[in-house]
């Protein structure tokens, strides 16, 4: 186990340093001048300008100072933004997205298990029934229409009560993260809904489950100890890829509900082509993936008997 | 003294989506204390499903057990697998699997598994189940039982799971033993192992064991009775010595006909059984064998033979033991 | 029983019947297909989409870039009648004679006596008039299309009025034919507004002068239309946009971008990730080790950041339509998940029995992986390939929708959908349409995917 955490943790490591430069190198292979604003700049300052971001030395110089940087954790400094260091940008914003990303996937995970339990229990019944239909909607309904939908939601809950249960937009108190963590993690839960539903349905089927029952144990205790305990495993798999999704669908949600995160920095970013902070941001999002699939590898590891003794 | 197990007239039917199956088709039997009794019959002929309608594993939906009756100690346990408010199933009956691999739970310890079925029948404290898992390991011949009892499946080798089966199955002493195909998924060295096993703690125990198969060499290694299942019926039934040297049924011919023996004559051929078992969405009207059978006859094609007694415990359902019946039997015993 | 026969008799006996008719994979695919009714609906659905989009612009001829000022962002169905008037004469409105050196400030100011709607309320303007409000200094018009009581929610302010003599407003601000409550307010001369209000119910009416029929072409000509003849006005079935664009032909446009990048991105990453899997598949080894571990890499890489590579290098602007390098970046970096699935296949396959006797019969390499790999792969690639489409149409609609993909004035589902979302909360069906057609275009190709997996492969079979 522990010489294959060093060996993933390892992989990891290459990987960020394989999108890195990607990241440094498809940034310089773009022709054109990342400083060249729409209005003319005198020469004199774009000198200065290109002195202050390093881009005067040569391409070779400035990957080993990009890649010394990065080491140390140092992103640089925002073209727009000029007083802004990118690692202050991350750090101030990422804190919200994580809170809204790990609200979102808990929501996601606890709902799939326990619905796509219930449809298993009930199948072919109106609850599985129902479920099941909610399902493909969720899977077949853009995350902002979520996001839009959600926000609607609000909306009328305020109107109807009279007063704001939930605030439209905005973060800072219990209320400001509820909707749009549901929102964000409803696609999510459809879709694991789904896994957790076949793989309850696949595990009925199998042999162990029949030995169970043919041991006379009680109906919630073969459910409990042997069906649900195994049907969990492939939802615990796809974890790691559905924080990736997660992550992707919070740029949105965070630009619905005006969410001050990490994600909607990114997208501002993006659109105003600012590129040490899309590097910055891409880099630190890749390694956080990286590393978030390799964490859900490792759980899963403590949970499946099989994994952990290899 | 009346029997341990007492079936009678069982019938099962399976919905699919090409119709109503009838996989079991009023199937008796009895089973005394202490004695072995083969289920034998090809693929589909319904062996399984008999016994897993006794224990209550066939799923319903689809599966529907029509009719019959199982009395364990004379009490019926078709509709409600319990007796005194408990449930028979690995209390008053054990059973084993064809497939050790898959039968057992993969994320959860071999000593957990055996001490979960005392632990809820008996009320065992999980240390004192785990401590009775232990012995019951070692029970069956598995070295080192203590450090296995902490393992996971995947760790044992096929015949290891066997055993292991073999001990939870056996945790709370049952009288009776369902074995459905044990050793048809394992080596040929480990099978003889797991039979020798399953005969000498039938001997320390007492228990009564029913043993499905189609190997003939099984049966006739450990059975005391035979059951002979055709296209969801029995068709012969009767002791070891009767089905194997007095077979009065030209399928339980043809089933011997098809299997190897170590017997001297090398040089006999084995002969398959032309031709596939009857559509069982629509069972034929007369005798399920009559499109295979050497011997068919005009009766066979349209009349349901009844059984016919040939001996003590010895009967067959063939038209060839009608009194009037006059035709070349060929090997076929006649009374 | 004296009926009874005991003739022997000869059963004919076949050693194997084969009762039912040979069947190729495909044809049998079909079948089970066929057999299954939410994958052909869905196959329907698919088909009629494409024509939709294909055939849909041919019967349904509107320009979707020409706006129809007369009805912006009319829901699904709307009355679409107008009211026939002459030509718009402008209005001096409404003033009151004051004291000289203005009116006496006030302690308090009260709300307006009344407020009154002079002559027809109409979409080209409404004309309201108030009484004077004693000590006051200008005045402040709210419109709100929900009533104000009881929360005094007034709305917008649409205008200040200025001179406390002008007791009128002239509303010609993009009015719809709804309901509006308009609300006065009376201010000081610091601009401080008073508490107290009085509002007005207001249904406007549609209207149209002869002139502007005739240009637009509603009506033959000028002469055969009287004032207070109402007129029918161009059909919307969906209803239009903010800007007046009709979201039946925008949809049919905007399937053209969304379904072509929903189909064709796919297909060709699928196609590159059969090439690639299959090399490092047929060839295997330390070949195969290190272009695994390569496509290890290009799914770690951050998608978004190379979209904005390649739409530098496209010379595509902030805000405008990158179509292409949307596409090039989705084959780009999608490529591995289907390279993967067809390596695995072809490895597996290499161990069956039969290429051993394929090989042995002589089969070439090449007849190897034509005749035998790629046609047993087939069916997963199609699965794949089924699946990819709904992820394709989800990536353009997210991208669109944070401005990186389809951008406006060009329409896709996904730019539809971000244009939508800024009217959602008072026309709610600008989101609704482009919406639902992304959601039943990836529903319809799940549930095909879903299908054709179930027909394909039985091992494949999932448990639904």
Redesign the interface.
């Known amino acids: 186990m522990l010489a294959y955490t060093i060996k993933r943790l390892l992989q990891g490591v290459i ?1 960020v340093w ?2 890195a430069t ?2 440094f190198f ?2 310089h ?4 001048d990342p400083l060249a604003a729409d209005k003319e700049v005198p020469p004199e300052i774009w000198a200065n300008l290109q002195a202050r971001y390093g881009l005067d030395k040569p391409v070779p110089e400035q990957y080993v100072i990009y890649l010394g940087n990065m080491l140390k954790g140092d992103f640089g400094i925002s073209y727009t933004q000029q007083n802004r260091e990118v690692n202050d940008i991350i750090a101030e914003h990422f804190k919200v997205s994580a809170t809204l990303g790990i609200l979102a996937i808990v929501f996601a995970a606890f709902g799939g298990i326990l619905w796509g339990a219930l449809t298993a229990l009930y199948r072919n019944r109106a609850p599985d029934i129902v479920i ?1 239909f909610l399902v ?2 969720g ?7 979520f996001a ?1 939908l959600g ?2 939601g609000v ?1 009328n809950i305020n109107n109807a009560l009279g007063f704001t249960l939930f605030p439209v937009a905005g973060w800072g108190t219990v209320q400001h993260m509820i909707v749009p963590s549901m929102v964000l993690g409803l696609g999510t839960m459809a879709f694991l809904t789904r896994l957790m ?2 793989s309850m ?2 595990i009925a ?4 489950i ?9 109906a919630t ?1 073969v459910f409990r ?2 069906q649900l ?2 049907a969990i ?1 492939p939802v615990v798999t796809v974890l790691g890829p559905s924080i990736a999704a997660i992550t ?1 669908g919070g ?2 949600v965070e ?2 509900f005006a969410i001050p995160g990490l994600g909607r920095y ?2 501002q970013a ?4 600012d590129y040490t902070v ?2 910055g941001t ?1 880099v630190f ?2 390694a956080f ?2 590393f978030m699939v390799i964490l859900v590898d490792l759980v899963y590891g403590l ?4 994994v952990r ?1 290899e | 003294m009346s029997a341990l197990l007492e079936v009678a007239d069982l019938r099962v039917e399976f919905d699919t989506y090409g119709g109503t199956v009838q996989a079991v088709r009023g199937v008796s039997f009895e089973l005394d204390r202490g004695q072995t009794l083969a289920i034998v019959g090809e693929s589909g002929c319904g062996k399984s499903v008999t016994v897993q309608s006794i224990m209550g594993l066939i799923p319903m939906p689809p599966g529907r057990i029509t009719s019959g009756t199982a009395k364990l100690d004379g009490k019926d346990v078709i509709a409600d697998k319990r007796i005194d408010g408990k449930d028979i199933r690995g209390r008053l009956v054990g059973m084993i699997f064809q497939d050790p691999m898959s039968s057992l739970n993969p994320t959860m310890t071999i000593g957990e598994q055996i001490a979960e079925t005392l632990q809820v029948h008996r009320g065992y404290s999980h240390r004192r189940a785990i401590a009775r898992a232990i012995e019951l390991i070692d029970m069956t011949r598995i070295p080192e039982a203590a450090k296995r009892a902490s393992q996971y499946p995947f760790e044992f080798s096929g015949g290891m799971l066997q055993r292991s089966m073999i001990a939870m199955s056996l945790a709370c002493e049952p009288s009776i033993l369902i074995a459905d195909e044990p050793t048809t998924a394992l080596d040929v060295t480990i099978q003889a192992q797991i039979l020798d096993l399953m005969r000498d703690l039938q001997r320390d125990n007492g228990m009564a064991i029913i043993l499905i198969t189609h190997d003939l060499g099984v049966v006739a290694r450990m059975a005391d009775e035979v059951l002979v299942m055709y296209a969801g019926e029995v068709v012969e039934r009767g002791s070891v010595d009767d089905v194997f040297y007095r077979s009065a049924h030209p399928y339980t011919l043809g089933l011997r006909a098809a299997m190897p023996s170590n017997r001297d004559d090398a040089a006999q051929e084995l002969t398959p059984i032309d031709g596939s078992p009857p559509d069982l969405f629509a069972p034929p009207a007369g005798c399920g064998y009559f499109a295979r059978c050497p011997h068919a006859m005009r009766a066979c094609e349209t009349e349901h033979p009844r059984a016919f007694e040939l001996g003590e415990q010895h009967r067959a359902r063939c038209w060839l033991h009608h009194e009037d019946c006059n035709v070349d039997a060929g090997e076929v015993f006649r009374k | 029983m004296a009926e009874l026969s005991f003739e022997p008799v000869r059963v004919e006996r076949e050693v194997e019947t084969i009762s039912r008719p040979s069947l190729s994979y495909w044809q049998d695919a079909w079948l089970r297909l066929k057999a299954n009714r939410r994958a052909l609906i869905s196959l329907y659905i698919v088909i009629a989409l494409l024509l939709f989009t294909v055939f849909g612009p041919f019967v349904w001829t509107v320009d979707p870039a020409a706006q129809d000022l007369d009805q912006i962002s009319a829901p699904p169905g709307a009355d679409r009648t107008a009211t026939v008037v002459d030509d718009y004469v402008p209005w001096r409105g409404v003033t009151v004679e004051l004291p000289a050196g203005g009116s006496p400030p006030a302690a308090e100011l009260l709300a307006p006596g009344a407020v009154s709607v002079q002559g027809p309320a109409e979409t080209r303007a409404v004309r309201l008039a108030w009484d004077p409000v004693n000590g006051a200094a200008a005045y402040r018009v709210y419109r709100n299309i929900l009533d104000p009581e009881p929360d005094g929610a007034l709305g917008l302010p649409i205008a200040d009025v200025l001179d406390p003599a002008q007791v009128s407003f002239e509303d010609r601000l993009d009015l719809k034919p709804l309901t509006y409550f308009y609300s006065v307010v009376a201010m000081d001369a610091l601009g401080n507004e008073s508490s107290a209000y009085r509002t007005a119910q207001v249904d406007v009416t549609r209207v149209i002068t002869a002139a502007e029929a005739v240009a637009k072409g509603l009506a033959e000509g000028g002469d055969a239309l009287q004032p207070g003849d109402t007129l029918k006005l161009a059909a919307h079935p969906l209803g239009t946009d903010y800007l007046g664009r009709d979201l039946l032909a925008r949809l049919m446009y905007g399937a053209r971008v969304s379904l072509f990048i929903g189909i064709v991105a796919p297909f060709a990453f699928v196609i590159l990730g059969i090439v690639y899997g299959s090399a490092a598949g047929f060839v295997g080894g330390r070949f195969d080790q290190l272009l695994m571990r390569f496509a290890d890499f290009v799914v770690a890489l951050p998608f978004l950041l190379f979209m904005i590579l390649l739409r530098i290098l496209f010379g595509v602007g902030a805000g405008e339509s990158g179509i292409y390098p949307m596409m090039v970046a989705m084959v780009l970096l999608s490529w591995p998940g289907a390279a993967r699935l067809v390596r695995g296949q072809i490895l597996q396959i290499r161990e069956e029995g039969y290429i051993g006797a394929s090989r042995l019969l002589g089969a070439k390499t090449n007849y190897l992986v034509l005749r035998h790999m790629i046609p047993n792969t087939m069916g997963v690639i199609l699965v794949t390939l089924t699946f990819a489409v709904p992820s394709a149409i989800f990536t353009e609609a997210f991208l669109s929708f944070i401005g990186m993909g389809v951008a406006p004035p060009t329409p896709s589902w996904g730019s539809m959908c971000n244009e939508g979302l800024k009217t959602m909360l008072t026309t709610p069906h600008e989101l609704i349409a482009p919406a639902a057609f992304i959601s039943i275009t990836v529903l319809a190709f799940n549930l095909l995917g879903d299908g054709l997996r179930d027909a394909l492969d039985a091992r494949m079979r999932s448990a639904e």
């Open positions: 990987t394989f999108i990607a990241t498809g940034m292979a773009v022709p054109g099941v493909i909607l899977i077949s309904v853009p995350s902002f229409v839009a926000q609607l909306v539903r076949s349905l696949e089927n199998s042999d162990f029949r030995t169970a029952r043919s041991k006379g144990l009680p205790r100890k042997h305990r195994n495993l992707t740029f949105v630009m619905v990114f997208v993006v659109q105003q082509l899309i590097m891409t999002y890749g993936l990286v949970i499946d008997p099989r003794l």
